[in-house]
């Protein structure tokens, strides 16, 4: 087991299998030093765990519980990773972050969702974790998923 493995199974995490595609893409690809990732839905054991738009209101999925779900898609997207490099103690920095938070119009806490995401990475590469990021309101994902989150790492031979 990795490093990156046992800081997640102290957060009582683990990497799941790689949640399989919805369409036609493969779920990582490695070009030279960077791996990037297709984007990831908040999947657990091959279904999607919510459906709906983030916001404030009745019936919205609420932007705690969007927060976690940008959690699910980044662990989806470590297994990713992992699906092509093999040992995620090749990470040698997680480089780009960027999420998608399907938005009620009114919701303006795009960057909070994502920090699902954000903090997870780092918890799990640490100061390799950093990175630069975009946090995007959009009006629908698919499968009606909340959250997608899509990642690049460059990794070390």
Known sequence: MSAVEDRLSELGLSVPDVAAPVAAYVPALQDGRLVHTSGQLPMVSGQLVQTGK??????????????ALAQTCALNAIA???????????????????GFVASDPSFTGQPGVVNGASELLGKAFGEAGTHARSAVGVAVLPLDAPVEVEIVVAVRD
């Not at 983030?54 to 927060?67: C, I, M, Q, Y």
Request: charged share 35%; glycine share 12%.
């Open 54 to 67: 983030v916001g404030d209101g009745h019936g919205l999925v609420p932007p705690d519980d969007a927060k």
């Open 80 to 98: 990713a990773v992992k699906s092509v490099v093999g040992d995620l103690d090749r990470v040698e920095r997680v480089v780009k972050v960027v």
